[in-house]
């Protein structure tokens, strides 16, 4: 089958090869899964130049999400059945044809959506959803100001805090973007690289500041400039590529809690917490008050995940970008 395989640590995207190898085995307690479409993420730049938290030993398949069709389940599975449409996630291996997954990281595609939706919901939405809801509290009549609003954890946050009754203000770097975050609820939108950005959020606020930052960017100390008293900041992500050194004066002075979300890690830290996110999830979709987006175009074929990776890394994106595979995988 064909794959994407990263045998050396990278410089770019531009490095990556597609190549054969076999197909996996699945084992016990493992589905067998052909990839429809794959969630294209940023972290897989940092992770093939070994500059993620996670480091694969080397050679490893790139890709963390995906969404297919299951042909293959182990006799003790009782949750799956060959034939069945699914999207998870794991460590390695989306970017390929085949991809051999534990079952535990699988959930059945909700009827509502398509495979191109849900291949990047896995990390993106009960990311969002942990931060706003598990870590900040976000309550009814709430200001939250999400940043990198209209990318993949920024819109699916913007859904989330409006469907759960705060006020949003979306924060993008380009006036382009604020009509996408309009459409996915946002009340208002601004520039973040306008000079007086944290003004703008003082003065939509009545002078309050935000009671809630949602931040995948890394603008944790321009924030504490609007943020409220008793505000409560998101550490979700270091997108400008900086980690920031915060001068915690300001976040004595306002009261404020800065709190970091990594969703990945509640598989080992609280797994009790997985079922009650995912139930409240699936239960907002059902309801009609999150639906994924897709960027579009969706690009096709492994060999244009560096083409999406590369517009990922120059923002030029909106929601999720998704590569397509179904068409050309081949039993």
Known sequence: MRAIVVKSWLKGPGDMEVTDIPMPVAKDGELLVKVDSAGVNFFDVLMIAGKYQIKPALPFTLGAEFSGTVVKISPSDTRFAVGDRVFGSNVTGAYAEYIAVPSIHCFPIPSALS???????????????????????????DWVLVHAAAGGVGIAAVQIAK????????????????????????????????????????????????????????????????????????????????????????????????????????????????????????????????????????????????????????RETYGKAVVKLSEYSKL
Do not use: M
Not at 118 to 132: K, N, V
Not at 224 to 229: I, M, S, T
Not at 237 to 266: D, H, M, S
């Open 115 to 141: 495979f191109e939706q849900a291949a990047g919901i896995y990390i993106t939405y009960p990311t969002s959803y942990a931060g706003l809801v598990l870590k900040a509290k976000v309550q009814r009549g």
């Open 163 to 314: 469907a759960l009754g705060a006020h949003v203000i979306a924060a993008t770097g380009s006036k382009d973007k604020f009509d996408i975050c309009r459409q996915q609820g946002a009340d208002h939108c601004i520039n973040y690289h306008d000079a007086d950005w944290t003004n703008q959020v003082l003065k939509l606020t009545d002078g309050k500041g935000a009671d809630i930052v949602y931040d995948p960017v890394g603008k944790v100390e321009e924030s504490l400039k609007c943020v409220a008293w008793n505000g409560r900041i998101v550490v979700v992500g270091f997108a400008a590529g900086a980690i920031e050194k915060v001068a915690t004066n300001r976040i004595l002075l306002k009261n404020v809690a800065v709190t970091g979300v990594y969703w990945g890690a509640y598989a080992l830290n609280e797994p009790e917490r997985i079922p009650e996110v995912w139930d409240a999830l699936f239960k907002l979709a059902e309801d009609g008050l999150i639906r994924p987006v897709v960027f579009q175009p969706i690009f096709h074929g492994l060999d244009q995940v560096k083409d999406a990776l590369k517009a990922i890394t120059h």
